[in-house]
């Protein structure tokens, strides 16, 4: 067993983080680990299905922990696109799928789970896709959010059904059966809301970490095996159990102590996967095997493409909502092993599917990054910019140039904006704010922002090298307008310095809050008000001195050390001054006395 363990470990830690630098996932990873010790691969590992077994009580913990995300507002606040969209996809998905499994011979239940298999796509490897490229906030990233809920969700009730469509014909689904399961999910869900909770406190209250974490990994199993026990599925009962802990004080517990189970067992079983997966079928039936990867991907992406048009996304949208969720997915692999055990799908079909949806999913990120590069080349056009003069021009409305808008608007302050960030300028405006989708490092817009005309020009924007590009722009513009500028690092700071900010006007984005909770912890350690006070002031009065020496030399990377270094000694010179003088000076009841 030793040896087992140590055999899947190094390939997990040898593949994964392989796949993860490429862009990957984590899921390719350990399917591509399996693949390599598993009998078709270099024989290391011979027992495949034991392994399945085994392992499937991660996918259990998945459910489990999707359960308690999943939070009945949340889902209320969604409900139009998860079960529009997702309902519409997974739907219109499945029906040609199921269609054409029938049509190559299978039953209609073997058919039916096929094609609700091959309608799921991949959740971890598009929210981690979509993730690493920050488009989870756009339009198809949030579509794409939504629907890969709904197929979370859908999940459940088709593990719950294949166990019933395996069984006989001829005994059928007696009423006795029906009544046993309902009475079941009664029990669970009347036992959670009077049980667990008062359970999970008198537990907390012992304050043993691994004991509550040994009970939150016996609700999950008592709670699989009583579903077991009717016939239902033990995923359906742990995600019914998470689904009751969503709102708990409880939750996020849970959620940590089982979240290193649920990823090792996870990991396993997709290992497991791999192990199965004969890609010698490749080589024997290449059109076949090429081809059914090449159909799901095709038929899904059409799907969604049109889903996201009657949603009301533009071409490009739609297309990149395609592209990311065309793939087969992870929930396919546990839904093949569940009906392969039900007896509904043979091992050759099994074995077929499987490796389609692997190279469905491996086709993925290049397809995408494709569709993304093409939609590089056709950005979005700038606003046309037509407003009177103001006395203040404002680039970049993220969250610190709003508190400086907001403030300007309340004092009946005329100003404008320009952002090219389309997501600030779509939201800012969805609350009446004047601003414009532009670049402001164009000479062109900041000659019809008439930046020549105001009083003040602020930079506001996140990015360092773009506030450079636009500081660079508006000095070659309007040398004598005033610029104040926010920074985000001391280097940065110094770079404004030097491209014509005032010191007094370069404003470092963490810097004032710090300084302020540097005296809040002065506080909590008993220092009195004017004790915190002097100390913060001294700080910041000895930083500003410094700051403008390092500007001078900032370029010269040993200068710099040697001035930084110069700060701290006499920094520490000054507070160990301050300090004597204080203890020499009498205390004020001393003085009254």
């Known amino acids: 067993m030793l040896h087992e363990a140590a055999l899947f470990l190094a390939a997990a830690v040898l593949f994964v983080p392989l796949f993860k630098r490429a862009k990957l996932g984590a899921v390719l990873g350990y399917l591509a680990a399996g693949l390599a010790i ?31 995300e999943l939070q009945p507002r949340r889902l209320w606040t969604l409900r139009r696109e998860v079960f529009g969209y997702g309902g519409a996809q997974v739907l219109l998905s499945a029906a040609p799928l199921t269609l054409i499994a029938h049509a190559l011979g299978l039953g209609w239940a073997s058919a039916a789970v096929i094609g609700f298999a091959l309608s799921m796509s991949s959740t971890a490897l598009v929210l981690q896709m979509l993730g690493e490229r920050s488009e989870l906030s756009a339009h198809h990233g949030r579509a794409s959010f939504a629907i890969l809920l709904f197929q979370d969700l859908s999940v459940i009730p088709l593990l719950a059904l294949v166990p019933l469509l395996a069984a006989p014909d001829s005994a059928g689904i007696g009423w006795q059966e029906i009544l046993k399961a309902l009475a079941m999910i009664v029990a669970v869900i009347a036992s959670g809301r009077t049980l667990l909770r008062p359970l999970l406190r008198t537990l907390a209250n012992t304050q043993v970490p691994e004991i509550f974490t040994a009970a939150a990994l016996l ?35 849970l959620q940590a102590d089982l979240e290193p189970f649920k990823g090792l067992l996870l990991g396993l079983f997709f290992i497991a996967v791999g192990m199965g997966a004969d890609l010698g079928l490749i080589a024997r039936e290449p059109l076949l095997v090429l081809g059914l990867a090449l159909g799901i991907l095709l038929l899904k992406g059409l799907v969604l493409y049109a889903v996201g048009r009657i949603a009301g996304m533009n071409h490009g949208s739609a297309l990149r909502l395609g592209g990311a969720l065309s793939q087969g997915g992870e929930f396919a692999f546990v839904l093949f092993a569940v009906a392969a055990a039900a007896g509904l799908l043979p091992a050759p079909e099994r074995e077929l599917l499987t490796v389609a949806v692997t190279l469905s999913m491996i086709a993925t990120p290049p397809l995408y990054a494709l569709l993304s590069r093409q939609r590089r080349t056709e950005p979005a056009p700038y606003d046309e910019i037509k407003t009177a003069e103001t006395p203040v021009v404002i680039a970049g409305f993220g969250p610190f140039g709003q508190i400086i808008g907001r403030v300007l608007r309340l004092k009946k302050i005329a100003f404008t904006v320009l952002d090219k960030n389309a997501q600030h300028v779509e939201f800012v405006r969805s609350f009446g704010n004047p601003v414009f989708f532009s670049d402001a490092a164009r000479a062109e817009v900041l000659r019809a922002a008439h930046v020549h005309q105001a009083r003040l020009f602020v930079i506001a924007i996140a990015d360092e090298a773009e506030s450079l590009r636009v500081m660079q722009a508006v000095r070659a513009f309007a040398p004598t307008l005033r610029v104040m500028a926010s920074a985000r690092t001391r280097q940065h700071a110094l770079q404004l310095i030097a491209l014509g900010v005032a010191p007094e006007d370069v404003i470092r984005r963490a810097y004032f809050s710090s300084l302020e909770m540097t005296r809040r912890v002065l506080l909590a350690l008993d220092h009195s008000h004017n004790e915190a006070s002097r100390a913060v002031g001294m700080f910041h009065q000895k930083d500003e001195e410094t700051l403008m020496r390092q500007q001078a030399v900032y370029q010269d990377e040993a200068a710099l050390r040697q001035a930084t270094n110069q700060f701290t000694r006499e920094l520490e010179e000054l507070f160990e001054a301050d300090a004597q003088q204080a203890a020499s000076e009498p205390k004020p009841q001393e003085q009254t006395a």
């Open 38 to 68: 598993g009998p078709h691969g270099l024989g290391f590992a011979k027992d495949a299905e034991e392994v399945l077994h085994i392992s499937e009580f991660g996918v259990v913990l998945l459910l489990f922990v999707i359960g308690l």
């Open 219 to 253: 609700l999950v199993i008592g709670v699989s095996l009583a579903m077991q026990a009717v016939g239902l599925s033990a995923s359906l009962g742990a995600f019914l159990a998470g689904v009751l802990l969503a709102d708990s004080e409880y939750r996020h517990e």
